[in-house]
């Protein structure tokens, strides 16, 4: 199984702000890598598959980049409706199918 | 627009017995693989099961293999989860998710329904 890690655990940004998220791999997932947004109570929201494209209707100031083990998600600058929980998920290995734990995205 | 509504969750005994159901609407259903994943309250994402689009293949997670039954009516448009012998770690909010690509395995996630909540508690 491959084990996803995200850091930090969470993190505190101002509105406006630059806000940038790392997600590792235990193993190479190549580009195989999705970020999701999950707000309280919602189910996740997928923002970038591939590493590093955008799914339909996510604003241009969510980028991913990366591949093999390394990956970040950056938000450009953070909008009040971006605090949320943001979760990468590797789809390479499957059907082991495997998520990070996470990273809270707080009002600083 | 792409609906995915579940339904079935509840309140339950440890051992005891719980079908989910997932309704979907808003696209060509018998084309697309589809998945369980699951979220334990406060916790992160657990992938649970997958079925092909035909739902000739099918696979399981480790934790809930040889418990749970995964299948899918394509002329109901409508997804599964058989769940049975449940425990009190099987707790959790269970989310359908439709795989984006329709050729490949090699997919994420594209929409996902609100999810149904399961307690498995005495």
């Known amino acids: 199984e491959i084990v996803m890690t995200q850091s930090p655990a969470t993190l505190s940004v101002s509105p406006g702000e630059r806000a940038t998220l790392s997600c590792r791999a235990s193993?190479?997932?190549?580009?195989?890598l999705a970020w999701y947004q999950q707000k309280p109570g919602q189910a996740p929201r997928l923002l970038i598959y591939?590493?590093?494209t955008r799914a339909t209707g996510i604003p241009a100031r969510f980028s991913g980049s990366g591949s093999g083990t390394e990956f970040t998600l950056t938000i450009s600058s953070l909008q009040s409706e971006d605090f949320a929980v943001y979760y990468c998920?590797?789809?390479?290995?499957?059907?082991?199918?495997?998520f990070g734990q996470g990273t809270k995205v707080e009002i600083k | 627009q792409v609906q995915l509504v579940e339904s079935g969750g509840g309140l339950v005994k440890p051992g005891g017995s719980l079908r989910l159901s997932c309704a979907a609407s808003?696209?060509?259903?018998?084309?697309?693989?589809m998945s369980w994943i699951r979220q334990a309250p406060g916790k992160g994402l657990e992938w649970v099961s997958y079925?092909?689009?035909?739902?000739?293949?099918?696979y399981y997670a480790d934790s809930v293999k040889g418990r749970f039954t995964i299948s899918r009516d394509n002329a109901k448009n409508s997804l599964y989860l058989q769940m049975n012998s449940l425990r009190a770690e099987d707790t959790a909010v269970y989310y359908c998710?439709?795989?984006?690509?329709?050729?490949?395995?090699?997919?994420?996630?594209?929409?996902w329904g609100q999810g149904t909540l399961v307690t498995v508690s005495s």
């Open positions: 998710a439709r795989a984006m690509r329709t050729t490949t395995v090699t997919t994420p996630f594209d929409y």
């Open positions: 808003g696209f060509t259903f018998s084309d697309y693989y």
């Open positions: 079925i092909s689009s035909s739902g000739s293949t099918i």
């Open positions: 193993q190479s997932v190549s580009s195989n």
């Open positions: 591939g590493a590093s």
């Open positions: 998920q590797q789809y390479n290995n499957w059907p082991l199918w495997t």
